[in-house]
């Protein structure tokens, strides 16, 4: 239990000799090949000068640790027990996604995987293209409690050309992963409270036609393995028979493997699991049942599939593999999933997406460069390259603004001059209608001159005649 | 039976689904995995500060001086030790850093300052590590979890050192005050010193571990206790004596035998279980969590200066900014 015991006489160290300002000496500089290292910690670079930590830097860390032995009980045994129980205040996270054409049963598989009614309709087969459906829900088992968030797709496998069937998923996929990061790049973040989303686990749904993979399959498969835990499961298994399923299977894996996809495997590093999760290894892709109907046999109601010719129990080993998924998937490496999820999934998207926007470790002359470096770089070159937009369109704006002006200003002369050819016509009309009206005038006048003088005459003229006619 | 939460028909049937094994599954990961704790310990010399981190360990795990003494630093220094202990099954790799030099001089102006930017710098480390593009998957965790300031047993109350001290601490690290070599002290001196320091403390506006705004309903009344016990008067001793046909950690004078562990003579065994057995796992989580995320915003904040972007108004202190332009 007590680890091995070494202790080496501390040596008058030549460190203390160096002085003030020096940041750690060393215990005991004997580089003693006696010594039993348990444990070796890494090396660190020096510290960018950016970061202002003056002589405090650490350069080196091959610090010799010693493995001392306890002479008594000191209690930090119960560490994961403190660990535990945090953890089970917290509550766990899981997200499931499951990829399969419509009525594969994946939402039954999933029923009966959690043991709950999920209330999920079954889709219709006619969408245009493959959308995303996630649903959460908070299960609650003894004290422990955990966040599972099934994602469905919906869809899969309908269309006709079915060439884009994938692009939906691993956008979705990758858009988790991208939550994620931005949440760990804000300056102000709360990585605790943050609800996990990045998906932990896609089981692969496979028609059981009994001959291979389709290649919608493979292909699927291939763009999501380095996204993501693929398990490939075969859906509906019942309608396999048992020597049928062992040709699938191999035929399957042999497929799997010629074309390179890196499917989930069950760890076999620790101990404990490593020959149980060996044996399953080699059980992949789980033929599975589903089933959301209880059927009675002998005296206990069990989930299974009743068919006039027989019964197929969903919980029998022999039946099918669902009790072997269930145990792989929940019981033992939930855990494994999530670590495997965070550290190798998502630090590979993490470490693509910085290198596409031109982060890296090390800058023009080899020289360690610091994130905040880069995105200060970044930042400045970004402002830059607005300002110069900036200062273009205000040119070109300026630009049009004259040219519009002189366009304004013949247009406005054009106006004047008619204005002005229009009214000399105008005063030309009426000069004319003046004089017209002037002589009008004139021979109205003659006119009444005239007929008074032959009104006179008449006048006259009678009288005369009256005079002739009486004389006689 | 599992339940389903909200927009879930309740539980059918009986079987067991088998998500409480996640305890499990967490605890042997783990185990795997095994614990760093970085321990601090700060004080004035002479006040026993490496015996008693030798007896809470229950190994060498720092340097006591020996008789030939080594001329006294001019200035603080800080000095680590690791050792990697084992128990249960549990590897632990356990850092003592000690100050030299500490508050020994005639004049102890800024004292501290060393102190406090070895662990910034141990924060800066780690958040350097966890920037990089190609990042470990463990980061080495130097950051001090836990920082014990030994008080002197002088039964007045806080001098101005340690209030100046305190007050710097405790805003970056867990701080957990201690009265050294309490065996000097009667009880009911004790007692009334641990008072005066109480209200010292509350006077100065020093919070130390636990902290009464972090903490959870379910740790509160067992972190009450602990408060109500704050600062613990502990005495430290790596000698066995055998009383009575049992062997016993403790000191012996010519009156009598002060037993470490014994919960009547001091109150090395409270701190002991609180350190270890209940709160170390809360230790290391809250460095984390608060100390080093307060360092990493007030880095980061100084850092980018907040400029408003002209072209779209916007603070640029984000790094969804990088990703628009990107595109």
Known sequence: MAAVAVERPPS??????????????????????????????????????????????IDQIDEKIRTLKLSGHVGFDSLPDQLVAKSTQNGFTFNILCIGETGMGKSTLMDTLFNTSFESNPAPHTLPAVKLKSHTYELQES???????????????????????????????????????????KIKRSLSAYHDSRIHACLYFICPTGHGLKSIDLVCMKKLDSKVNVIPVIAKADTISKSELTKFKQRIIQEIKANGIQIYQFPTDDDTMAKVNTEMNNQ????????TDFVRVGNKMLRARQYPWGTVQVENESHCDFTKLREMLIRTNMEDMREVTHQRHYELYRKKILETMGFSDVGQDNQPVSFQQTFEQKRVEHREELQRKEDEMRQTFVLRVKEKETELKEVEKELYTKYDTLKREHAEEKKRYEDLKKRLDEEKAEFQKRKHQVATQQLTSHTLTLGKTKKK | MPQAGPGVSPVEGVTYVGIDT???????????????FNLLVVGRSGLGKSTF??????????????????PLPSTTEVKTVSSSLSEGGVRLNLTITDTPGFGDHINNENCWEPIVSYIEAQY?????????????????????????YFIPPTGHSLSSLDVEVLQRLDKIVNVVPVVAKADTLTLEERAAFKERIRADLSDHAIKVYPLQEYEDLDDAPENMKIRERLPFAVVGSTTWHEIHGKKLLGRRSN???????????????YMRDMLIRTHMQDLIGSTAERHYENFRRARLSTKTTSKVNIVNGQDTDHMEDLNESKI
């Open chain 1, 12 to 57: 008058p160290s030549s460190s203390h000799a160096s002085g003030i300002g020096d940041g750690t000496s060393r215990e005991g500089s004997i580089p003693s090949s006696t010594s039993a290292r348990s444990v070796s910690s890494p090396v660190f670079t020096s510290l960018s000068p950016d970061l202002h930590l003056g002589d405090w830097y």
């Open chain 1, 143 to 185: 004290n422990v409690r955990l966040k599972l968030t099934i994602v469905d797709t919906v869809g899969y496998g309908d269309q006709i050309n079915k060439g884009d069937s994938f692009t939906a998923i691993v956008d979705y996929i990758d858009k988790q992963f991208d939550d994620y990061l931005q949440e760990e790049l």
């Open chain 1, 284 to 291: 992949i892709p789980f033929a599975v049942v589903g089933s």
């Open chain 2, 22 to 36: 996640l305890q499990e599954q967490t605890r042997l990961k783990a185990l795997r995995r095994g614990y760093t």
């Open chain 2, 53 to 70: 981190v030798n007896t809470l360990f229950k190994a060498t795990v720092a340097r006591r001086k020996s008789g030939e003494e080594e």
């Open chain 2, 124 to 148: 800066g480390r780690y958040l350097q590590e966890e920037q990089k593009v190609d990042r470990l998957l463990h980061i080495p965790d130097t950051r001090i979890h836990c920082c014990v």
């Open chain 2, 255 to 269: 009156w009598g035998l002060v037993e470490v562990e014994n919960k009547s003579h001091n109150d090395f065994a």
